[in-house]
Nanobody
């Protein structure tokens, strides 16, 4: 069982930055693919950014060039650096871990979510 705890959400004005963190209860390096999803009110959950088991990163088109996903393997922590935030980035952000090599739309483990609100 993997427990994921997100932190770092909050409110920011458009153009600002936030960094989300996701602390895992187990050693994840080379064992789990990791990533971030988000869900805005009235919308379906969508993938934002991911790191595969071999370290390859991927991003949704809507966040490319603005968001960066990374991990500190010594701390079992996943990060999402979000720059140039837009009001449409407002959502609950969820951390996820998957035993598959590449993060799927139905990962094995979810965090509880953290709210990000971007005002115009």
């Amino acid at each position: 069982q993997v427990q994921l705890v997100e932190s770092g959400g909050g409110s920011v004005q458009a153009g600002g930055s936030l960094r989300l963190s996701c602390a895992a209860s187990v050693y994840t390096y080379n064992r789990y693919s990791m990533g971030w999803f988000r869900q805005a009110p009235g919308k379906e959950r969508e993938g934002v950014a991911a790191i595969s088991i071999n370290g390859r990163t991927s991003y949704a088109d809507s966040v490319k060039g603005r968001f960066t996903v990374s991990q500190d393997n010594a701390k079992n922590t996943l990060y999402l650096q979000m720059n140039s935030l837009k009001p449409e980035d407002t959502a609950i952000y969820y951390c996820a871990a998957d035993r598959k090599r590449i993060l799927t739309i139905s990962p094995d483990y979810w965090g509880q979510g953290t709210q990000v609100t971007v005002s115009s």
